[in-house]
């Protein structure tokens, strides 16, 4: 399948030029072999000498024109802290060598990220630059006609450097200019493992070996895995971390949508069974649906779980608050037949043009500052994102778990099971129906429940059907 090689393709191309150092994705900035203290005055120089590279070497100046005001509605600073101050710092840059542009930047909510859009959307003003999840969420705007084509005006041979294009081709078109990587890695806490008999060095590979080390923990009096799905979207994650091992390919997750199968199948209905062995043995707490996400992760920082679900920028994150000989890196341990099945998933967050923004050139080189090396570089020391661009400086990589998800992301990858789902579907169905899941549904009960929810869609949203076929069928080629 095209897609798949060209996103193992471009993975591996990365890698092999970070190869030793490895390739974190997401949160990853501590230490190696060097004290926490070290590591972190090493970053804080890294970071002041990549500001001051950043000021001599990028942004040409320009002569002033016409005063440009472009808005920038964005989201990530909660789960890479530190690109809040990173955004300022590159915003403060690009205005200082283009006096007569002016670049407001609105940080969203989690909860009002993709709502708030969609009303900028109908009233045809809002923001210039738009933050988007990956796949799906980009697509939809593409579909919608609410975003323009990034490589309509980012040069091929810069494109070519954003090396996590692939979630936003649509029509032979790139829709979203990919901001950093965002690997989805199972966390756990060494010293739980090893005070429950467990090997602290180890993580259980597969799904039987996972249910035993849960009851180990759960022996020692310690929740085996915390999570918050008050809001909802951990139900999404629950569903893409375990739901998706029986797939083999993008196709395969959008199959149900455009009706070439069925969430009642046993392929896709089996991943409610595995969770429902965590829920009815107590693995996962039992006020999951009372915690919001990150509060579930919190539990884990503080030493009342044995894991958690982060990306790698929170997961270096906790590395910096407990300790790298705390903290284990690792993936949800495989119990499906398909070959994502024990696969770290691995996507991108992007940033897109809006339709009726009156100035895309300029959008577009603000993006292509964002990804000057010089501010690839300082976003990495600054948050623990790592960039999407091969032009990142592998040196900065240094602790031992960025270089797990470095090894984890060399290897064969899955996508992230929400990005190739219909959004609609995707809040029912795992958001809500996760929810419900927790409040005492059955397996049967909730397979049964997706495939109303996909048939109720596909009878409302015509439209939809057929730009997801469309983009089927490119899949599938």
Known sequence: MKLKLIKIAAIVAVL??????????????TQTTASAAESTAAAETTAAETTAAAETTAAPETTSGEPIKLVFWWWGEQEAPGLEKWLKETVDLYQKAHPNITIETVLQS??????AFKSAAAAQQGPDLQYFWGGIFTIEDAWAGNIVPVSDYIPADELKHYYTSYEQLYDGKTWGAVWYTVPNVVVYNKQVF???????????????????????????????????????????????????????SPADLMAPAIGKAKYTDEKYAAWWKRLGELRDNNYINKDINSLEFYQGQDNFKKGQAGSTLTVGSGAV??????????????????WGTGKYAGRLQLSSQTVGITSWSKYPKECADFIMFMHSPERVNAMYTMSGAFPADDRFDPNLLSTDQEKIIAKLASENVSPWGENYIPSQFD???????????????????????CQDIIEKWQKEQPDSVKNFEKWYESLTK
């Open 110 to 115: 989690t909860e009002t990220l993709i709502s």
């Open 317 to 334: 994150d906790f590395v910096k608050n407990m300790g790298t000989d705390k903290v284990g890196i690792s993936i949800m341990p495989a």
């Open 427 to 449: 809040e029912q169905a795992y958001y809500f129906g996760v929810q419900e899941f927790f409040n005492g549904k059955s397996p049967e009960d909730m397979a049964k429940k």
């Open 194 to 248: 090893k005070d429950a008999g467990l090997d602290p060095e180890n993580f259980p590979k597969t799904w039987d070996e996972f249910l035993a080390a849960c009851k180990a923990i759960k022996d020692k009096g310690i929740v085996p895995l915390s999570v918050g799905n008050k809001e909802g979207f951990a139900g999404a994650w629950l569903a893409s971390y375990i739901g998706i091992q029986n797939m083999d």
């Open 16 to 29: 092999s030029l970070f190869m030793l150092p490895a390739f974190g994705c997401k949160t990853a900035a």
